[in-house]
């Protein structure tokens, strides 16, 4: 993939997460009632999970230079992201790094996070990713550190 195409890949990512980061604070601060007001941040929590998903989606696609169905059939046959990306894997590593690095960022400028929790998040990040692209059948890809999340290129129907 050229270089101009992989920019353009990280830029959108990086926007969708922009979006979504919008999208939510305004949906927190909306609606005079607090059901209301709870009803909409689901509504934009639910949102920003879905903007990530696809951002992340277009990077692994962009990165890789396969389409999502083949690389979903491929992880449901048991194949890793790493084996599926094959001589990507590093650039693939590097790209999902700097899209989470970019997400923390955003959290510690909106105030999700602090400092120190970023730092935290951000020390052991290659590490964690690599594990991820490592595991087999996409297993926790686009899930939380606790298996809970949105389902991800390496859903098969049911959470781990």
Same mark, same amino acid.
């Given at each position: 993939?050229?270089?101009?195409?992989?920019?353009?890949?990280?830029?959108?990512?990086?926007?969708? @997460?922009?979006?979504?980061?919008?999208?939510?604070?305004?949906?927190?601060?909306?609606?005079? &009632?607090?059901?209301?007001?709870? #009803?909409?941040?689901?509504?934009?929590? *639910?949102?920003?999970?879905?903007?990530? +998903?696809?951002?992340?989606?277009? $990077?692994?696609?962009?990165?890789?230079? $396969?389409?999502?169905?083949?690389?979903?059939?491929? $992880?449901?046959?048991?194949?890793?992201?790493g084996a599926i990306a094959?001589?990507?894997?590093? /650039?693939?590593?590097?790209? @999902?790094?700097?899209?989470?690095?970019?997400?923390?960022?955003?959290?510690?400028?909106?105030?999700? @996070?602090?400092? /120190?929790?970023? #730092?935290? +998040?951000?020390?052991? @990040?290659? /590490?964690?990713?690599?594990? +991820?692209?490592?595991?087999?059948?996409?297993?926790?890809?686009?899930?939380?550190?606790? &298996?809970? &999340?949105?389902? =991800?290129? =390496? *859903?098969?129907?049911?959470? *781990?």
């Amino acid at each position: 993939m050229s270089s101009k195409k992989r920019i353009a890949a990280v830029a959108i990512t990086i926007a969708a @997460l922009s979006v979504g980061s919008v999208v939510g604070a305004s949906a927190h601060d909306n609606g005079a &009632g607090r059901g209301v007001a709870k #009803t909409a941040e689901q509504i934009a929590k *639910h949102e920003d999970r879905d903007v990530n +998903r696809a951002a992340r989606e277009a $990077l692994i696609t962009s990165t890789i230079g $396969l389409d999502a169905a083949t690389i979903k059939t491929r $992880l449901q046959a048991g194949e890793s992201l790493g084996a599926i990306a094959g001589t990507k894997k590093a /650039a693939l590593i590097t790209a @999902l790094v700097a899209a989470h690095t970019t997400k923390i960022d955003a959290d510690v400028a909106a105030g999700k @996070l602090t400092a /120190a929790q970023a #730092t935290t +998040r951000k020390a052991g @990040l290659i /590490a964690h990713v690599t594990e +991820r692209v490592d595991a087999a059948g996409g297993k926790g890809m686009g899930r939380g550190h606790d &298996g809970k &999340g949105d389902k =991800g290129m =390496g *859903h098969k129907g049911s959470r *781990h």
